[in-house]
């Protein structure tokens, strides 16, 4: 199983990103999904989830900038991210759990640097 994140990148402040992940071996659609981040000197935190129901959830520094969709067919997690503030610098990491099956998958992360 593999998790591959991409689009991170250096954006101004104000600027937009879109993230995706794309997943191998593994489907999107039977798992709860979600992007996390780690900001520098930061712990890794929650920013948006994508559950099996539908429902979706965000930090709540990210509510009304940021959007978490996923598409079966193409098998993708991706993260539209708007308004951008150099708070928002991290890594961004995709992640697939299913805790009914024990399983937790976690892509290698992409870069987000927000300039001022």
């Known amino acids: 199983v593999q998790l591959q994140a991409s689009g991170g990148g250096l954006v101004q402040a104000g600027g937009s990103l879109r993230l995706s992940c794309a997943a191998s071996?593994?489907?999107?659609?039977?798992?709860?999904v979600g992007w996390y981040r780690q900001g520098p000197g930061k712990q890794r935190e929650l920013v948006a989830t994508f559950t099996l129901g539908g429902t979706t959830n965000y930090a709540d520094s990210v509510k009304g900038r940021f959007t978490i969709s996923k598409d079966n067919t193409a098998n993708t997690v991706d993260l539209q991210m708007n308004s951008l503030k150099p708070e928002d610098t991290a890594v961004y990491y995709c992640r697939a759990e299913r805790r009914s099956l024990k399983r937790d998958y976690w892509g290698q992360g992409t870069l987000v640097t927000v300039s001022s």
């Open positions: 071996g593994l489907i999107f659609s039977i798992f709860d």
